[in-house]
């Protein structure tokens, strides 16, 4: 049972992590982000909630089934989740420096530190325990494509 509450946890603050988020976007969604010149690849703006909630689903499963670990691999768990921990708050702090500050390019620098930390935690996580390291891939292809997306932004708007 307590393997299951693990992942349940890290799920539901994977989840939060999101939600507050999502309320850091909600007033520039309407306002700011309008007047931006988009490439035509930018996704339709409802795209982007169902897919950052099955991404942090991902990440929650990952992060809980690498703390299921903690027992056999101690060492490495605690570096793995501390990597998990920097990149989720690296995650966060890119919606507050492109909807919060509306600062384009501060946001198209930071995500690319925030791609190479995901990187590391799949490095990190895969030895751990595999799934966990393949939950992550859907998160690495998403984050890049909103790399190449906010430095396009950036361009445009520049």
């Known amino acids: 049972m307590q393997k299951y509450l693990r992942i349940i946890y890290c799920v539901t603050i994977c989840l939060v992590i999101g939600f507050l988020s999502g309320k850091v976007t909600q007033s520039s969604i309407a306002t700011w982000y309008p007047t931006l010149e988009k ?3 930018n996704p339709p703006n409802w795209l982007f909630a169902p897919v950052w909630t099955l991404l942090y689903i991902f990440m929650g499963i990952a992060a809980g089934l690498v703390w299921n670990e ?13 990597f998990f921990i920097i990149q989720l708050g690296l995650n966060a702090l890119w919606s507050y420096l492109f909807f919060g500050l509306n600062n384009v390019f501060l946001a198209a620098i930071e995500v ?10 799949y490095l ?19 984050v890049s494509f909103a790399s190449v997306l906010t430095w396009s932004i950036w361009w445009l708007n520049r």
């Open 70 to 82: 903690i027992n056999s691999k101690e060492k490495e768990v605690k570096s793995a989740l501390k």
């Open 39 to 41: 490439p035509f690849f």
């Open 112 to 121: 690319i530190l925030l791609l190479l930390l995901i990187y590391e935690t």
């Open 124 to 142: 990190k996580f895969k030895p751990i325990n595999k799934n966990a390291g393949y939950l992550l891939i859907p998160y690495m292809a998403w």
